[in-house]
């Protein structure tokens, strides 16, 4: 068997006003970060044998991941979309919606349709991508939806749809 996995497909470039301040600030904190962790790894380097050195060893660790996740903002940031304009249609699901949905239960759950380099800011948060928002999106206040998860297939009904 090989070890080859096909590219996954790209992340759709929306993203709310916050969420980009979010992104912002973080690629702000991290060169900060950065300079620490590249003086730990002068001084660790400094020890000696670097082969059995723990903290050189977590340090050069630390520097590959900081430097993934700089390089990974300063690529993503520049070709998102921030999306702060309400729609003409409220009624309608659309990026930035906060839905309330109905399961077959009648317990109701609400979600917020965010970007993909966001949903990971609140539980309630989910990804435009995701199965569930792409089953949402452009649906009206009233509609029932079916959703296709590992177990099965779920049922929801709109029932509330607001834009912040």
Same mark, same amino acid.
């Given at each position: 068997m090989s070890r080859y996995r096909p590219p996954s497909p790209p992340k759709s470039p929306y993203i709310t006003a916050a969420g980009m301040l979010m992104l912002q600030q973080e690629e702000k904190a991290l060169w900060p970060r950065r300079r620490e962790v590249v003086a730990a790894l002068s001084a660790a380097a400094a020890e000696g044998d670097r082969s059995e050195n723990a903290e050189y060893i977590y340090r050069k660790k630390e520097l590959r991941e900081?430097? @993934? @996740? !700089?390089?990974?903002?300063? !690529?993503? $940031?520049?070709?998102? =979309? %921030? %999306?702060?304009? !309400?729609p003409s249609n409220t009624q309608q699901v659309f990026f930035g919606a906060t839905v309330h949905l109905q399961d077959t239960q009648s317990e109701i759950r609400v979600y917020r349709i965010v970007g993909p380099d966001e949903f990971?800011?609140?539980?309630?948060? !989910?990804? #435009?991508?995701?199965?569930?928002?792409?089953? $949402?999106? =452009?649906?009206? $206040?009233?509609?029932?939806? #079916? %959703?296709?998860v590992p177990g099965g297939e779920q049922h929801y009904l709109i029932v509330e749809i607001e834009y912040r």
């Open positions: 900081l430097d @993934r @996740r !700089i390089r990974y903002l300063q !690529i993503r $940031l520049p070709e998102l =979309k %921030v %999306v702060n304009s !309400i990971d800011q609140q539980p309630h948060y !989910i990804s #435009m991508d995701s199965p569930l928002a792409r089953a $949402l999106l =452009k649906r009206e $206040l009233g509609e029932e939806i #079916m %959703v296709q």
